[in-house]
DNA sequence: ACACAACTAGAACGCCGTTCCATAATATTG
DNA sequence: CAATATTATGGAACGGCGTTCTAGTTGTGT
């Protein structure tokens, strides 16, 4: 009988052909396709070619695409987190945030991955050290959860627009620039009644340093958890 | 010469046929598809099999799939955000939040489109109230993108990822409760030492109510924006 | 009645994820 | 060392997708 194809690989004790495949392999080779040719580069067909194989062979290793893209993000998430280096609970919180931030913008895919990704390593991994440094700045047990929630979503929820309007500029074949002004010439043009923040707005989003205001904001969220501990400790 | 499909309608001045094709039949049958079927079930073939026409015909009214999408993404909320009363500042806030968290939760295709759409319309429709609520708080100009930023990432981070656990356990055949006693699980059995936060937080996942911890981090956020507010008076 | 534009519908193209299966490489057994 | 079972490979094939093409139909203006 036929075992079904692996998954999960039996820790690789003797040593196989040298060009053998592996899972390690397609995932390196999985990210280097995704970083340069985004995400609807990761094909079966152009995995295997630059591995010098066929689709198949790729399927002994990994159980569909969903899973290879779970692992890459994971395998992403994994190395950015380990080189957060710990100290004040604030100072390493902004460190995760400004990690997190880079790291998706870099791989853009990883924030669209993050989304459809299982709930369990990669969500984790961000999760875990967030959640310590929330408990480590003396946030009562009943609210930590509000906390780390609001952490969680707004730095993963302004890199993945970040990321987004990347590969939007880079679609349309803008720079950064460029395109900051096309959605700034767009806002300015709506109706003046109807729209007067966004208009207003417009202004500012013209030439804004994203990673700046990332920051920022971040700071809102962080007094915010602050002023609620000292509020429950009045 | 044959003028290439249109995607923008010539207002339609004179009459038709009674079963004619047009953009506003296309959208409403796409959103019930999204509904009923799941973003996987929104193709041209079933669209155009429920319109009884080609896929071709809807290329006439429709310019691809990513802008059928959009604006299936912004009548949903177009809707949603009509039906928001607008009373104070911080309770429009609520509102809008509790708005786009149902909203979301009840087509769950409006999240992921949210993230792929184009940076104009959808996005505006949210940005423009919000934007309006935060100004009417009282937050100096300079403060306000920073504001406005953490609102929108988190409203829209934490529904998202609400809206993608419901799929995921809808994947697996689960509902809700048994879902999140899986993923409760999950996270108990990881080591004790290296996640001591998600094992603690397991806990708490097991039966809590996604909503109501949805507003409790919202009021994090705004307690954030207004003590960086009272801040800036002094 | 005729010409021309607006619109329809379905066949066809190329690509995708995935499955299947004949084969090769390696490990295990007698 | 031969024989056999297991593990691994790779390419062909399947069904379905978004999209394009085009022959045809419906409606309008003259």
Chains 1, 2 share one sequence.
Not at 23 to 40: F, K, M, N, Q, V
Not at 115 to 135: F, H, K, N, W
Not at 212 to 219: E, I, K, Q, S, T
Request: charged residues 20%.
């Amino acid at each position: 009988m036929a075992a079904p194809p692996r998954t999960v690989q039996p820790a690789r004790s003797v040593k196989r052909r040298e060009d053998s495949l592996s899972r390690a392999r397609i995932l390196e080779a999985s990210i280097e396709l995704l970083d340069t040719c985004g995400e609807e580069g990761l094909t079966f067909r152009a995995l295997s070619e630059r591995l010098a194989t066929g689709p198949g062979a790729i399927y002994w290793h990994v159980a569909n695409k969903s899973d290879l893209l779970t692992a890459a993000c994971d395998a992403i998430l994994a190395r950015t987190m380990d080189a957060v280096a710990i100290t004040t609970p604030e100072a390493t919180i902004r460190a995760v945030a400004s990690a997190l931030f880079d790291a998706i913008d870099k791989h853009p895919w990883v924030g669209s991955a993050l989304t459809t990704a299982a709930v369990l390593s990669p969500i984790v991994r961000i999760l875990e050290p967030i959640g310590q440094q929330v408990c480590a700045l003396g946030v009562p047990d009943e609210q930590q959860w509000a906390a780390v929630s609001a952490l969680m979503a707004y730095i993963l929820g302004v890199s993945r627009q970040n990321a987004a309007n990347g590969q939007l500029a880079r679609t349309q074949g803008l720079d950064r620039s460029c395109f900051l002004a096309s959605v700034s010439d767009a806002w300015s043009q709506l109706d003046a009644s109807a729209y007067p923040f966004t208009r207003s707005a417009a202004g500012h989003i013209r030439d804004h340093d994203d990673r700046v205001d990332f920051l920022a904001g971040l700071d809102v969220v962080l007094r915010g958890i602050g002023s609620s501990r000292r509020r429950s400790h009045a």
